[in-house]
């Protein structure tokens, strides 16, 4: 009897391997309850009640959070304009950088003239909403602070300077001087692979110029050079722009164009003193925020010590939820029974977890596409990010994109939470532990693009969760 127990072991799992390989890649569109006796393994060459079971009665609490903070500083590329939709509200985005002394010859003859000063730039291909709208913004100079040395000199420190951490958040504010050096209207033309350049104050422009013609000591070493020029930031006004761009952040300099009075000839080739981009410095994109209005409600303006960063339940934003880069929206999903999944059956071995998640087709667009995959974090009760989700060898697990083949289905996320729920159902005591999913860290702080999840109205739960088991009951 023992020598046949034996056998009819080896056999079932040798079977269960099988079973178990196509039940993986079956898991993504099966949606019904399977009992054990339809995935009965081993039945030809044992009697067997163990089997594979379906598990897709657990719930999911959803919710939309938002973020305090995230790190925007020395992006590919720098973000100015805004973009409002009526789901999440508005969001307006204000570069800042700074720029490096020049490199040019020091030695000029006094017979040169000033012409204009100007801001050179390149689009960098990104852009959200309509860009046959103008994007207006203001061109300020940041402020500095002045101090004594213990000799009693004076001396200047840049008001741009990152936290203590070295990070510049979306959050991250700076005394800016008063006035503008320009205030643009543009049409902008984000796929265009032209130069384009924004002109600034002629005040502004002779002054510099003036300084270089009489080597003045503020422009001769970037330590020296922020005494003059400590930094710039497009400012885009809140509550008018509903377009943004992407701009190129190495692409900037500063250019002083001049002329020589040699004789009345044009000059052909425009002659101009450069100051590049300083690529060594800060740079970082000030992200504004404001959900009023919008289906969030006053989620923008919400922190409390207790609960953290600010959230609001998918039953009071019409069984949806959001997910936005740049105001730092995410989708937070909850699963409260999962420390007693282990209680669903007697010898129960989890095989895979699944969630799939659906967009609504209404919250994303041509001009505002869909990302092909989305990031997941563990978070606490706080929603505090304790990591980001992974394999239990290491590995990050992210939410990816599926487009069905049949045009009239809607593209969805497959989420793997396998590993979730082996370390959560395996805790002697209720975590609190939740994942919220996302956009990319390398696009959060760079764009604005949003998107929401829906629920199926004849389906409480706003997302699916499969779980698949593989049950011994021959104890």
Known sequence: MKSSNTFASKNMERSFRIVAVFLLAASLFSCNFSKVEDFTLGKDFVKST??????????????????DSIVTTRLPHLLVGGESNSSTGRVTSSPYFQFANGSFQRDFPNTLIYDSIVIKYNYDKYY??????????????????????????????????????????????????????????????PLSKKDFYLHLSDTYGKELFDKILAKN????????????M????????????????????????????????????????????NFPVNTSGLWFNQILYNSQGSMLGNISQIRNNITGNAEISSANTYNQTMVQAGSALY?????????????????????????????NPGSYSITNPLPDSLAVYVVDRRNVISSQLATSTGGNIFALKYVPIASDEQPYYVLDVTSFFESESAAQKTTGNALMIGMLSNKVGQTLNH??????SNNRSLFKMNIYCYVDKSN
């Open 50 to 67: 163990s089997g594979v079971i379906m598990i897709d009665t657990m719930s999911i609490v959803a919710s939309t959070v938002h973020l």
């Open 128 to 189: 959200i909403g309509d860009t046959t709208k103008l994007i207006s913004f203001s061109v300020k100079l940041l402020d500095y602070k002045q101090g004594f040395n213990s000799n009693g000199s004076l001396y200047n420190i840049s008001a741009f300077t990152a936290n203590s951490d070295g990070q510049l958040y979306n959050s991250s504010t700076f005394k800016l001087k008063a006035g503008s050096l320009a205030e643009p209207k543009i049409y902008p033309y």
């Open 230 to 273: 400590p930094g710039v930031a497009f400012i885009s006004s809140p509550d008018v722009n509903n377009t943004a761009v992407g701009i190129a952040q190495s692409s900037l300099s500063l250019r002083v164009y001049y002329h020589q009075l040699i004789n009345p000839i044009e000059i052909s080739n425009k002659t101009y003193f």
């Open 451 to 456: 998107f929401s999840f829906f629920g199926n």
């Open 331 to 359: 989708t937070k999903i909850r699963i409260p029974g999962i420390q007693q999944f282990r209680g669903y059956a007697k010898n129960l071995v989890l095989i895979n977890a699944r969630i799939q998640l659906v967009p």
């Open 217 to 228: 000591d503020s422009l001769e070493s970037n330590q020296n050079f922020p005494v003059f």
